[in-house]
Every structure is written in structure tokens, then in C-alpha cells.
């Protein structure tokens, strides 16, 4: 790796600014980083004074980059530019700066850096000192610079000062022994001579070898005895936990709530609320269980800290309960700096700064995505891994996204990054390059569009976002060739999705699944979740019991350990092939069916996933309002959880918690007036419940509506041609625009509605979806799911409508505009754009009485 291409020619010669030393070193070359390790930093500003002396006088710019918590080494003269760089910002924001002031100063510049190991203080790990080193050596010798620097050894690894020495051009050691001060060359690039790496003595302005190994011998022992009572050559990191244990052993509760911060700060969060919470319910002993299921350094992630967090508030506030209900978690972290070791590793940094520019933030991503998934591990990072996987045996695992911004207050990053399962079957070789492919997925889905326009969306571009990995036992059970939980859901402490006008949104409700907890997440086509509000659980929003059947859970996402992979699997083939499904706790038996299925020699029982057992008999719904209010509380803030379940033969359930996340919504206003009596020629639509996000109080200067007429009577083809249509039409910024389709918006089945990806319609104010097409598109009231919450995260309001519902009134014709013929059947034809700028709709609901409306107001 060393000189990394480049010109090194040996005549192009630079002076140290000593005579005596150009001789000790032959010089200096273009393109040279030096690296002086000392144990005093004067025995670094002695040598750094005469170089920039030299090299002022003989017109060089000189660069000083000033980012050390000691004095400065440089004071600003004509030609030395001192540039300012916040280390606090995190390595990858340090790095982006140094590496573009590099970029603009150009070829030729020379640098004088601060000491390499304050970054520590920032940082708390070396490891990612090494890593900017490795970044920044390589770039400084393309571009034909003299770049100095300097390190405190004894505060860095053996793997670090390794890494450093690999990299550079040039290392000097200075040690010093009182008043004694040698040096010694440690590597000087394409330079040899037979004393040039022998300690040195300076004498009158000249540098003698110590040629005399005795001499040698008694220095080394002197500088020995003086490190004796020093700690071995640790990471920074490493002795951060030594502290932690150190401070629980002495039970000073100054010293622990110092530390405490310190550890809190490099490994939790940035985020002051976060930091709050996790200063409230981790403590030391909490901190130190974490680095021990730690893989790397740094921030374990959003998703990580959320789940730890909450799991620390229920036993903390109600230990009686969740000491008993609530199974230990089985996690293991993949800290934030493997993922910048990774991109250093592979060589990947230049590619992410072109990346991180305005013109390649989108452009650069594809081909960056692709070099991620082909990337190598280092290699103390895939021995650790192998580790972990003997520690989980052959239990399936998952790989979960845990960046540091994610499910935080106010960035959720809901689905936007990938999480994989593995069912962890197999030689441990292919374990291992099963589990290495997965969190290169992971790593790759920072640069998915979804991902890119949510960060931008947000102001995040350009923010530190490191991907860390929560990686996860399967909560569940193996079923012969299958394995999955008994049940899954998604709870949240405020139900904004409330139906009825009984319900209290405070109360809560709960998605539930049988099998894998992703059809709880996300929106599952062609079949239903189980929906109810925790007030009241026995009230579904369904006409009759059949009804209730038709739109219940049909499917069940499992692993499959045949196939290796996760799988769905309909429920009447998963009861003939697996004999002790808990399904009498979970389901009951559709007696018409089941006697239909006897007449016609199918199997039977026939099931239908109702939950009513589970909600009838025991404490489910008791101990899942109790978690949602203990973590609400907990917060200040209403939550989102994901959890699994764990029946016993009683049916009695223990709850495995897996996310909790600040709930986003639209935001609280005060109540709204809706007009008692707004005229019908005034009303677009009306309704009441469905809607989603609180109050509602909305000026719309635009409507983009798909006609369901024309839409009913296109191909699949020109059906997604359509969804691309209304990404374009949504694009053009006209102001608040409310988009109205048929069934589902997002649905990645065309006949079910229109095939958008959010990122096309982010930019929205109003989604509104209609069932037409006689009844074949239906809205999907799933909240929870990965689409709604990001409507909820960005301010767009949700309404569903049900033109032959009772209390429903849609008028589209209200609209005034161009209808398609309806012999014009294209997807043209199909998207409406009706321009309001000059009378605007007024869209008003209020979520006490759940009422809802959008008109012309007089």
C-alpha cells in the first residue's frame, strides 16, 4: 500500500528545515507523510518550526489544519493558511472536510497537521484514527504534498500504529529519557544507509548514530523502566471500558456519571433526547453488556439503542410484570466504525466523497451500491464474526439496519434500509459468507433512492450517517422444515387510526400476525393484518363474521430451512404439514368452511386467524397497554413498537421486544370548525373516521387524481406507466397537492391500485385513497405498515373513502377540468391534473369527533 502510485522521483528533493536531519533521512521526496511519534508535543513543534521556516522561504503555501485541543504548533503568516476543522462533527464529517480542503488546495501544498491522537477525544476509538490516516496518506501523495503529523504511541493499538506505519512515506520516533533526546527513523520510503535507522543524537545541529550498542542498550532499558507503570498498547476504546469498570468498582458516583456521559456520547447517540433517555435507564453495568456483544467500535445505531432503551424502561418501572413477561434479548451489535473500516478496507473513500457533492449525490450512488456489495471484510472483523455466529449455533439470525440517525425523534428511516434473515443452516464456511452477503446488503441500502431522497427530504445529506447493525436471534420455534415465532406485531401507544368514535386514540392499538413479524410491518397485498384498538379489542371494523373471515390472514411469512430463505406459506398448507401450531390460541375454526371442505374431501379443520382467543382469555391486551403506556411515559412521547410473542401451553404470552421508536405523526393542532352545513355543491368528499394524522387543517392548491374508469380498463403495463406519470406530475411544484386513486397508493400489485414508490410522491400534502372498480381496489387501513409511517413522518394526511359507506360523500365531479372521454383509454387519459391556485380546497378534520371534509370554501 505504501506510496499508492504517484510521482517519488529521487531527485525531487524537500529539506526538513536541519541539515543534520536531510542527512539522516537522505531528505525529504515529494508526495512524503511524516509521521513523528513522541511523548511530548514541544519534541514534535522543534522539528515542525524549522520545516515550515524552510519551506516558507522557499515560496511553498504551507497548510496548517488545526483540529488538536493543545496550542498551536503554526502561527498565520503570508503564506500559511491556518484551516479550522471541527474533529466533534464525527469521522466522517472530519474526514469530508479535510479530504475537499485538500482537493481545493491542489498539487504542491504542504501541511502541517496537529496531533493525530486528540482525535481521540472527539472519536474514543483509534481504530478510526487509523482509518482517516488511510484516507488521507494516499490522496496527500497523489496530489505531490509534504504532509507532517505527529501521535502519542503509548495512547494507540498495535494494530493502529501498524496501520499508520504501512501508509506512510516516512516515521520517526523521539524519545526522550529527561533531558536525553534522541531520534530514530522507523521507515523512511526507497531510503537505505547502514546507521539511518539507528537512534540519533543531535549535537551542534548535527544528528550522530549511537553506533555503540551498549549506549543503545541503557537507553532502551531507561525508556522501558519509565513505561513500566503505563497500560499495554490498547485501543482508546478498549481503555474507555477499563474506566467504566473501574468507576462501578469504586462506587464513586462522580466519577461514574462522568464517565457514563463519555460512553454514552460515542456509543449511543448525538441526539440530546436520546442521550436523556439513555442516561436515565443505562447505567455502567448496562454500557459494559453492550461492549461485550459488540463487534468493532463506535455507535451501535438508532434501532439498537431504541430497543435497549425501551426493554430498560418496562424493567426499571414495572419489574414485577416485565421480569417475568418480558424474554432477555439475544442481540449482538456491529459497531459504526466496521462500517467505516469497511469503505476504507475496499478502498471505497474517493467514491464517497464523489458521492457526498451535490452533482453525485444521486448520480455516484448505483455504481457506489454495486462496490459495496462486492466488497471484502477486514480480516479482524470476519474473525470476529465467526465467533458470533458459534455463539448463535445454527439458530436463524437477523441482520438489522441500526443506523445513527435511525429511529430517532423525528427520523425513523422507516424501511429504508434493508434487514435480511438468515436461517443460519449449514457448513460454518457458508454460514459465514452467508451472513458477510447480508450485511453488505445492509451497507448497500444506504445508497437505495428511498433512502437518498429521505435523507435529503430531511437535511440530512450531508449529516454523519454511519450504518451500524443490530443482529438478531429469531425469536421462535423450529417446526420441521419451518421456523417462526407463534406471533408478531406492531403497537403503537396513540391510535390516530381510530374507526369508531368511541375509541380513545390514547389507548392505543396493536397489528398482529401469526408467523414472521414483517406482515405486521409491512403492507401485505391481497391479505390483512389483524387491526384492533387496545380500548376496544373485541370491535373489528367488519360488517359480519364473514366478512371478518374474508378479511383476515391467510398467508404466513416463515423460514423456510429447506430453501434457506424466508418464505410465504398459505395457512392451510402450513396446519396440514405442521401438527402443533399454536393455532387454537390464535385462531378458530370457520364451521361453513370446514363443512364444505368435508363434502369436497379437502382438509380440514379450516382456520381463520382472528386472535380472538388471545384476546379473550389471559393478559395480552392488559400487558400490551401497559408496555405502550410504560413507554410512552418513559419517552414523553407516543411510541411505535415491534415484538414478538411466546405462547405458552396456556396460551399466556411473553413478549420479545425488537423496536421502539418515537410515534411520528402530523402534529397537534388545536380543534378545527368543520361547517355544520356545507353545501353540496362545495363538498368534494366527506367522511367520517379513516383518516389519518390527527387535525387536519389544509389550504389544497392542487388535485392529481387517477380515473378509475380508464385506469379499470389498461394493461399492466400501462398501468405502471401511469404510476410514472403521477411521479412526474407530482414533481412539478405547484404548491399543496392532494392525490386521489383508486385502492392502494404504493401497492406493488397494479390491479390492487397504483404502483408509485413513495419516493415519487413524497412531495404531497393529501393521499387519498377511493374504493372503485367495484370493490376490487380497496384502501389497505394498515397502519403500521412502512408506507403509512412515511406519510406520517413527512406531514402528508391519509384518507380512505368508501363512496357506498354510510357515512361517506364523494363527489369528483366537483372538479372542474377536462374528463377523459371515455373511448380515450390511456395512461395519459387516466391521470387528472386540476390546477385550485386560484380557489383553493379547504381539507379540515378533526380527530375528537373524526370528522372530515374538503371543500370550496364561500
Not at 420 to 443: H, K, S, T, W
Not at 659 to 681: F, N, S, W
Request: a negative charge; proline letters at 5%; hydrophobic letters at 40%.
Amino acid at each position: 500500500m505504501t506510496g499508492n502510485g504517484g510521482n517519488s522521483q529521487d531527485n525531487n528533493r524537500v529539506s526538513t528545515g536541519l541539515p543534520g536531519l536531510d542527512d539522516v533521512l537522505d531528505g525529504l521526496r515529494i508526495g512524503d507523510n511524516v509521521v513523528w511519534r513522541v511523548s511530548d508535543l514541544d519534541d514534535y513543534r522543534r522539528f515542525v518550526t524549522p520545516f515550515i521556516e524552510s519551506a516558507a522561504s522557499a515560496g511553498r503555501r504551507i497548510i496548517y489544519l488545526r483540529f488538536g485541543q493543545h496550542p498551536p504548533l503554526v502561527t498565520a503568516k503570508a503564506n500559511i493558511h491556518i484551516e479550522n476543522v471541527d474533529a466533534l462533527g464525527g469521522f466522517e464529517a472530519f474526514t469530508g472536510r479535510v479530504w475537499r480542503l485538500i482537493e481545493e488546495h491542489g498539487r504542491g501544498a504542504f501541511y502541517v497537521c496537529d496531533c493525530l491522537s486528540d482525535l481521540l477525544n472527539a472519536w474514543a476509538t483509534d481504530v478510526m484514527v487509523g482509518n482517516f490516516f488511510q484516507v488521507v496518506c494516499p490522496f496527500l501523495f497523489e496530489l505531490d504534498t509534504v504532509a507532517w503529523f505527529a501521535l502519542y504511541p503509548d495512547r494507540h493499538s498495535r494494530t493502529t500504529l501498524d496501520r499508520i506505519r504501512q501508509t506512510t512515506q516516512v516515521m520517526v520516533d523521539v524519545h526522550r529519557l529527561g533531558e536525553d533526546v534522541q531520534i530514530q527513523p522507523i521507515k523512511a520510503w526507497r531510503r537505505q544507509s547502514p546507521t539511518m535507522f539507528l537512534p540519533h543524537r543531535e549535537r551542534n545541529g548535527r544528528f550522530f548514530p549511537v553506533d555503540d550498542s551498549s549506549d543503545a542498550t541503557r537507553l532502551q532499558a531507561g525508556l522501558e523502566q519509565a513505561q513500566l507503570h503505563r497500560q499495554p498498547l490498547l485501543d482508546y476504546w478498549d481503555r474507555l471500558f477499563i474506566q467504566v469498570a473501574d468507576a462501578l468498582e469504586s462506587g464513586d458516583q462522580e466519577q461514574i456519571s462522568d464517565i457514563q456521559d463519555r460512553v454514552l456520547n460515542v456509543l449511543i447517540s448525538r441526539d440530546p433526547r436520546m442521550l436523556d433517555l439513555a442516561r436515565n435507564y443505562l447505567g455502567l453495568e448496562d454500557l459494559l453488556a453492550i461492549r461485550a456483544r459488540m463487534i468493532g467500535s463506535g455507535y451501535i445505531g438508532g434501532k439498537a439503542a431504541g430497543m435497549l432503551i425501551a426493554r430498560s424502561i418496562l424493567l426499571t418501572n414495572q419489574s414485577d410484570i416485565w421480569q417475568e413477561a418480558l424474554e432477555p434479548h439475544d442481540s449482538s451489535y456491529l459497531g459504526s466504525d466496521a462500517y467505516y473500516a469497511f469503505l476504507v478496507h475496499n478502498g471505497l473513500w474517493p467514491a464517497i466523497m464523489r458521492q457526498r457533492s451535490a452533482d453525485g449525490y444521486f448520480n455516484e450512488a448505483a455504481e457506489l451500491r454495486r462496490n459495496l456489495l462486492a466488497g471484502r471484510f477486514p480480516p479482524e472483523i470476519r474473525s470476529e464474526l465467526e465467533r458470533l455466529l458459534d455463539h448463535y449455533g445454527q439458530y436463524p439470525i437477523l441482520v438489522r439496519s441500526s443506523s445513527l440517525q435511525e429511529d430517532g425523534f423525528g427520523n425513523a428511516f422507516a424501511g429504508k434500509y434493508d434487514s435480511v434473515f438468515l436461517v443460519n443452516q449449514g457448513a460454518p464456511e457458508q454460514r459465514l459468507a452467508e451472513l458477510e452477503d447480508a450485511i453488505r446488503q445492509v451497507y448497500a441500502s444506504t445508497m437505495s433512492n428511498d433512502a437518498l431522497v429521505y435523507r435529503k427530504q430531511r437535511g440530512l445529506d450531508q449529516k454523519e450517517e454511519p450504518m451500524a447493525l443490530l443482529i438478531q436471534r429469531v425469536n421462535g420455534r423450529f417446526h420441521g422444515r419451518y421456523y417462526l415465532p407463534d406471533a408478531a406485531g406492531v403497537g403503537v401507544s396513540r391510535n390516530t387510526f381510530a374507526w369508531d368514535t368511541d375509541m380513545n386514540p390514547a389507548a392505543g392499538m396493536v397489528r398482529l400476525v401469526m408467523g414472521l413479524g414483517t406482515r405486521a410491518v409491512d403492507r401485505i397485498e391481497g391479505d390483512h393484518a389483524c387491526v384492533m384498538a387496545l380500548d376496544y379489542p373485541r370491535r373489528q371494523p367488519f360488517r359480519n363474521q364473514d366478512e371478518s373471515y374474508r378479511f383476515s390472514q391467510h398467508l404466513l411469512d416463515v423460514l423456510d430451512l429447506r430453501e434457506g430463505k424466508l418464505t410465504t406459506r398459505p395457512l392451510s398448507q402450513l396446519t396440514q404439514e405442521i401438527a402443533d401450531l399454536p393455532l387454537n390460541h390464535l385462531g378458530e375454526v370457520d364451521q361453513p368452511a370446514s363443512r364444505r371442505a368435508r363434502e369436497l374431501n379437502l382438509p380440514t379443520p379450516v382456520w381463520r386467524l382472528t386472535f380472538k382467543p388471545l384476546v379473550h382469555s389471559g393478559h395480552f391486551v392488559a400487558r400490551l397497554s401497559s408496555l405502550l403506556k410504560t413507554l410512552e411515559a418513559g419517552y414523553s412521547h407516543p411510541v411505535d413498537v415491534e415484538f414478538t410473542l411466546h405462547l405458552n401451553h396456556a396460551g399466556e404470552p411473553a413478549f420479545n421486544l425488537v423496536q421502539c421508536r418515537p410515534l411520528a405523526t402530523i402534529g397537534e393542532t388545536m380543534a378545527v370548525e368543520i361547517p355544520a352545513d356545507i353545501p353540496e355543491q362545495q363538498l368534494l368528499f366527506r367522511t367520517r373516521g379513516h383518516f389519518m394524522g390527527g387535525n387536519i387543517n389544509l389550504g389544497i392548491q392542487r388535485v392529481i387524481r387517477v380515473d378509475a374508469g380508464v385506469y379499470s380498463r389498461l394493461t399492466v403495463s400501462q398501468r405502471y406507466e401511469v404510476a410514472r406519470l403521477v411521479g412526474e406530475q407530482v414533481r412539478m411544484d405547484t404548491g399543496k397537492t392532494m392525490l386521489i386513486g383508486p385502492g392502494r397508493w404504493g401497492t406493488s400489485s397494479p390491479e390492487l391500485g397504483v404502483p408509485v414508490r413513495f419516493a415519487d410522491i413524497a412531495g404531497v400534502a393529501v393521499l387519498v385513497e377511493v374504493a372503485e372498480m367495484e370493490g376490487d381496489m380497496v384502501p389497505d387501513l394498515s397502519y403500521g405498515s412502512h408506507f403509512f409511517q412515511d406519510l406520517v413522518e413527512t406531514g402528508i394526511a391519509y384518507v380512505a373513502l368508501f363512496p357506498k359507506g354510510r357515512h361517506c360523500v364523494y363527489q369528483p365531479e366537483r372538479l372542474h377540468g377536462t374528463s377523459a372521454p371515455i373511448q380515450d383509454i390511456s395512461p395519459e387519459a387516466a391521470v387528472q391534473s386540476f390546477d385550485l391556485r386560484a380557489t383553493p380546497l379547504q381539507l379540515t378534520g378533526d380527530v375528537v369527533s373524526q370528522n372530515l371534509a374538503c371543500y370550496f370554501p364561500d
